[in-house]
């Protein structure tokens, strides 16, 4: 999701989605541990989008 489309979102939206993606980071490492990953990049790109959130909602 690109940071324009982010800022769009009210608070309580980003907020919401801020702990959706972390919910999703911590399955993909419980995933990638017990070798059922096979797309290794999403977790950069998760790990960027939940920045670009938490950048916004400081």
């Known amino acids: 999701m690109k940071i324009s489309e982010i800022r769009q ?7 919401s989605m801020l ?5 999703h980071l ?3 490492r419980f995933d990638l541990a017990s ?3 096979k797309n ?14 938490l950048t916004l909602l400081r």
């Open 9 to 15: 979102k009210p608070k309580k939206e980003l907020e």
């Open 19 to 23: 702990l959706e993606r972390r919910e």
């Open 26 to 28: 911590r399955n993909l």
């Open 35 to 37: 070798g059922k990953v």
């Open 40 to 53: 290794v990049r999403e977790i950069r790109e998760l790990k960027k989008e939940i920045a670009r959130i």
